[in-house]
């Protein structure tokens, strides 16, 4: 079954709010957190990523946070821009299946900044 | 470096029909995954290889999906016969150095396929 929960499932905010995206995952060996942004008609691209030996990580405006014990990780992004429209992805590592772990990704958020 | 490279970026086919897409990994990578991307199911993981070898493929949706890999440089997907449902948008994505407990790197993906099947 599916690992991986993201919510919510589309986010609405004006031009200069921040906006969280949450994810969470139920494999406790996993340590590897990826978030993807995928635009209209485009590929997912990777923009932030963290692993578990670290709580935090921030580029400009976007951040990642890490909570292991509650098994949730999130995506921030403040000052929100009309770029940032997209539909983000998080995604986290499944049980392995013939010796590797694959990430498993989130449903995806779909947001939306209104200028 | 082209990136992962992907063709055709478009194919309209009629129910029954075969369909083979295509996949250039990035050179050097030795995972490749296929996905597919639909509005209802979001991004499915089809099949994966390592170093040309399927690894999993307990996401193929059935009999009718078949992946190959001859080479590290070069992948299908096929799909015979098509069927309406199978309309979506396939991504080819590679990555390397997916290696040791809960290891893994970056996926890069190609550009994609949207397939309509009537």
């Known amino acids: 079954g599916e690992n991986v929960e993201q919510h919510p499932s589309t986010l609405s905010v004006q031009e200069g709010d921040s906006a969280v995206i949450k994810c969470t995952y139920s494999d406790s060996a996993s340590n590897y957190f990826p978030w993807y942004k995928q635009e209209l008609g485009k590929r997912p691209q990777l923009i932030i990523d963290?692993?578990?030996?670290?709580g935090e990580k921030k580029d400009q405006r976007i951040a990642v946070t890490l909570n292991k014990t509650a098994k949730h990780f999130s995506l921030h992004i403040t000052e929100t821009q009309p770029e940032d429209s997209a539909v983000y992805f998080c995604?986290?590592?499944?049980?392995?299946?013939?010796?590797?772990?694959?990430?498993?990704f989130g449903r995806g958020t779909s947001l939306i900044v209104h200028p | 470096d082209a990136g992962v490279i992907q063709s055709p970026r478009h194919e309209v086919t009629e129910m029954g029909q075969e369909v083979t897409l295509r996949c250039k990994p990035i050179?050097?990578?030795?995972?490749l995954f296929w996905y597919r991307q639909t509005m209802m199911r979001g991004l499915e993981l089809l099949i994966y290889?390592?170093?040309?070898?399927?690894?999993?493929d307990s996401g193929m949706p059935e009999d009718r999906f078949s992946a190959k890999m001859p080479n590290a440089s070069f992948s299908t997907l096929k799909i015979q016969p098509s069927e309406p449902r199978d309309s979506a948008v396939y991504f080819c994505a590679s990555s390397s150095g997916l290696a040791g407990s809960s290891s893994y790197n970056e996926q890069f993906f190609g550009p994609g396929t949207r397939l309509t099947v009537l």
């Open positions: 290889f390592n170093n040309n070898v399927p690894i999993d």
């Open positions: 963290i692993r578990s030996n670290v």
């Open positions: 050179s050097g990578h030795d995972y």
């Open positions: 995604a986290a590592p499944r049980p392995p299946s013939g010796g590797s772990y694959i990430p498993t």
